[in-house]
Structures are given as structure tokens and as C-alpha cells.
């Protein structure tokens, strides 16, 4: 069966600091990959998806980038971190064809100071 | 562009009560997919269902049922018999069906749903 993971769960920075958060996924191979992120309330908003290694679609303008070295292996990061980066990432995944379920991992609790 | 309206923001029932969560979506396209994903207070998100904008069968999974209808652009939920392990917050979200590559979903707000003993 198909597992996904997160880490680091959860992450106190400064502003100013980078940020590399890293999610896998176990037990499928070449999937759709996708990064969210809620923010304090509720609400998800797509960041970014790829569906290769390599290949990266930002959805919203932003002080983050990511990116895919490896087949299951998804990276979020930022060079310099603000408040407003605060927030609930999480990543996700499906089957790399047509508009397939996305399954979740337990995500990571971020806290800019 | 799509969009999911969950109005309801918070509703708190008791314990065996039914309750039942409204979704409306808005999309031009004729071709989609909606889904409910549950969210406890571990924070991770649960898939419940996947509907396709092709299939209005109401669905029902034990205590949970959903309701599809394409003329109201609705999709909603309702749990029977609520105890106080579906107290979480319910996401109902959107994809548009393009028959290849990839594409986030469209998340409502979400319903915070409290089950009272």
C-alpha cells in the first residue's frame, strides 16, 4: 500500500531563515505530487504540483519554491521566510492520470517568529 | 475559475443526532469531480468520496450518505447517528476533469462539525 511522508512535523523559524520541508511517497511510482497550505482558520490553497521529477507548476506568487529530485520526493523551500509564510503545509499525491484521488500526509505545523 | 462555498462555518450537534453538511460549487465545465475529505485535529486530511459529475447515485458508506445534484450544484453530506469521533472539520473540494495531467483540488472553507456527548 501506498504511504506518505512529512517532516519535519513541525518547525519554529526566525524570519529571515531558510526553509526546506521534504515529503515522500512510499509504494507507487511516477505520482502526481502536490504541495497546500492552510493557513491560520482553515482554508487550503494549492502551491504547487508536478507530475515529474523536475517539473514544477506554481500556482500562487509567492516567497517559495519546489522542487523534485527524485521520483517520490518533493521539497518546499525558501530562501528567506516572513510571518505570513506561517502556517499548515501539507503534501500530497495521486496517480499520475486524469484528476485521480489525492491522498494526504500528516503535514507540517510551520511558526515564523 | 471553479469555486466551493461551504456556508456553514461551524455546527455543533449532539451526540446521535444527524447532521448534515452543505457544499455548493460553481464550474463552467460539465466534466468534474467533488470530493469530501475529513480533517481531525491531528491536522491530516482524510479522503471520504469521489463523486464524477457523470454518476448522480447517491451514495451511502454506513453512517455516512451524500447527495449529488447537478441541478442545484450541490453536494452534500450527512452523517447519521453522529458520536463525538466525527467531531473534525469537513472539506468539500473540486477538480475539473481534463483526461491527463494534474491539477489541485478547489477546497470550500470548511465546516467545523462539533459532536457533543
Known amino acids: 500500500s501506498q504511504t506518505i511522508h512529512q517532516w519535519p512535523a513541525t518547525l519554529v523559524q526566525p524570519v529571515g531563515s531558510p526553509l526546506s520541508l521534504e515529503c515522500t511517497v512510499e509504494g507507487t511510482s511516477n505520482p502526481n505530487l502536490y504541495w497546500y497550505r492552510q493557513a491560520a482558520g482553515r482554508g487550503l490553497q494549492l502551491l504547487f504540483y508536478?507530475?515529474?521529477?523536475?517539473?514544477i507548476s506554481s500556482e500562487v506568487p509567492q516567497n517559495l519554491s519546489a522542487s523534485r529530485p527524485q521520483d517520490r520526493q518533493f521539497i518546499l523551500s525558501s530562501k528567506k521566510l516572513l510571518l505570513s509564510d506561517s502556517g499548515f503545509y501539507l503534501c500530497a499525491w495521486s496517480v499520475n492520470a486524469g484528476r485521480e484521488t489525492q491522498y494526504f500526509g500528516p503535514g507540517t505545523r510551520l511558526l515564523v517568529l | 475559475a471553479q469555486k466551493v462555498t461551504q456556508a456553514q462555518t461551524e455546527i455543533s450537534v449532539v451526540e446521535k443526532e444527524d447532521v448534515t453538511l452543505d457544499c455548493v460549487y460553481e464550474t463552467r465545465d460539465t466534466t468534474y469531480y467533488l470530493f469530501w475529505y475529513k480533517q481531525p485535529p491531528s491536522g491530516e486530511l482524510v479522503f471520504l468520496i469521489r463523486r464524477n459529475s457523470f454518476d448522480e447515485q447517491n451514495e451511502i458508506s454506513g453512517r455516512y450518505s451524500w447527495n449529488f445534484q447537478k441541478s442545484t450544484s450541490s453536494f452534500n453530506f450527512t452523517i447519521t447517528a453522529s458520536q463525538v469521533v466525527d467531531s473534525a472539520v469537513y472539506f468539500c473540494?473540486?477538480?475539473?476533469?481534463?483526461?491527463?495531467?494534474?491539477?489541485?483540488?478547489?477546497f470550500g472553507k470548511g465546516t467545523h462539525l462539533i459532536i457533543q456527548p
Open positions: 508536478s507530475v515529474g521529477i523536475g517539473q
Open positions: 473540494a473540486l477538480t475539473l476533469y481534463s483526461g491527463g495531467g494534474a491539477d489541485g483540488l478547489t
